[in-house]
């Protein structure tokens, strides 16, 4: 076995130029894979987490009528004593804040949009969300003031600056028509696009008062440690709950339904394309091992006339092209984890080209990788292992020809 080791690093070094194109095509072909993959998994994972941070909290509970009507935002359909249910939930180890959630009109000049338009309490919504890290302009809400902070795409399609006014117009609790007249005194440009294109915030206890909630809320957003799951945490809260008819729990995971069904359907289409890089990696190996082994047809004729058996030269083939297999993985690892490094720390702003665009990720335009070790693994194990499997069928084919045809391969 040693001497079949040594014979295969011996033609190693000996066909220099053809180990390092054939490692040269492996590399690249495994460096593709690594960033593409490493850029999916990162656009998915902040994805998750600008849901966590500015849309949804860990969790949220509401009323069971609110939930199965949520996209029309039905506020009659709310927690009638919602500091009861906080105070039920005070020994869970979460953190809490409360929100209406309603459809409004903005009223701005000559344009109109239709919105979300959220009622936040601002001294608690900063424990759970981080919008007013996001702020590009102006200032986060103060308690009990006729004021509004929009996203910004919504903003700059209305064409409304800070310090301007705009009128809102909605129905109360009880059906009737409600305007509010308010300062806009803050613009938030969020890593998710959601709030930037079609959200505006304003106090609760303006909210509370307007539409005549009473003291009542759509919902109360959860927060609790990401290393959590979230699906056995709301199992807990759920139980926590009982004791309170018609109201539920939902993890972020379900609220965000649509987007992980969405991310499932991207994640089929990107394994279809790394699988085309795998494959177009794979045909530039085969290739090149065919060409190696028919090169050296006369050497497997003399070797086999000089009493070396057919199974010891197509382990010698196999060794030697395991090591191009090793040295092209490593090299494309070693390229992958320069290229992911930097994409992880620092990404690609494409903001200047996407604009408003929404591509589905919940992501405006700076594109960051995740690290990925299985990637990586699976990466290493396929480059030895694919330059072995595509050095059989080549060294099998000149080992089927008769000595004598091998010795007069031209």
């Known amino acids: 076995m040693s001497f079949l080791l040594s014979l295969a690093w011996k033609n190693l070094s000996r066909y220099r130029r053809r180990t390092l194109i054939t490692a040269g095509a492996l590399a690249f072909g495994i460096a593709m894979f690594l960033w593409m993959d490493g850029w999916l998994q990162g656009a998915e994972r902040e994805s998750e987490r600008n849901i966590i941070w500015y849309e949804t909290g860990s969790a949220k509970v509401m009323t069971t009528d609110y939930l199965e009507d949520i996209k029309s935002m039905p506020i009659k359909h709310a927690i009638e004593d919602p500091a009861a249910v906080e105070r039920a939930l005070e020994g869970a180890g979460v953190t809490t804040t409360r929100r209406t959630v309603f459809a409004g009109e903005i009223f701005y000049g000559e344009g109109s949009m239709y919105v979300k338009v959220i009622g936040v309490d601002p001294q608690t919504d900063e424990t759970i969300y981080r919008l007013s890290e996001t702020l590009a302009e102006g200032r986060y809400l103060e308690p009990d003031k006729q004021e509004v902070v929009l996203g910004e795409w919504l903003a700059q399609d209305l064409g409304i600056e800070v310090g301007e006014e705009i009128t809102i117009r909605t129905r109360t609790r009880y059906g009737a028509f409600q305007t509010l007249d308010l300062m806009v005194v803050g613009i938030l440009n969020s890593p998710n696009p959601v709030i930037n294109k079609g959200t505006a915030y304003i106090p609760l206890s303006l909210v509370d008062e307007a539409l005549e909630m009473e003291g009542a809320v759509t919902e109360i957003t959860l927060f609790f440690p990401e290393w959590q799951d979230p699906e056995i945490k709301v199992e807990s809260l759920r139980a926590t709950l009982s004791g309170f008819p018609g109201i539920t729990v939902e993890s972020w995971k379900e609220l965000a339904r649509d987007f992980l069904m969405m991310a499932q359907m991207k994640s089929a289409g990107s394994t279809i ?52 297999g090793l040295i092209g993985t490593l090299f494309g690892i070693v390229i992958g984890l320069a290229i992911n490094w930097y994409m992880v720390n620092y990404g690609i702003d494409f903001s200047s080209i996407m604009g408003q665009m929404d591509i589905g990720y919940r992501v405006t335009g700076v594109f ?43």
Not at 284 to 310: C, F, H, P, Q
Not at 383 to 410: D, H, N
Request: with cysteine; hydrophobic share 55%.
């Open 273 to 324: 394309i790394l699988f085309l890089v795998f494959i177009i990696a794979a045909v530039g190996i085969s290739n090149t091992m065919l060409m190696a082994v028919y090169e050296r047809v006369r050497e497997i004729g003399m070797m086999r006339a000089m009493g070396m058996k057919d199974g010891s030269i197509r382990v010698a083939f196999l060794f030697e092209a395991g090591g191009i």
């Open 368 to 410: 960051r990788s995740a690290w990925h070790p299985q990637a990586y693994l699976g990466g290493f194990i396929f480059g030895v292992v694919a330059a072995m499997v595509f050095s059989f069928i080549p060294s099998s084919r000149a080992l089927k020809m008769q000595i004598t045809e091998c010795l007069r391969y031209e």
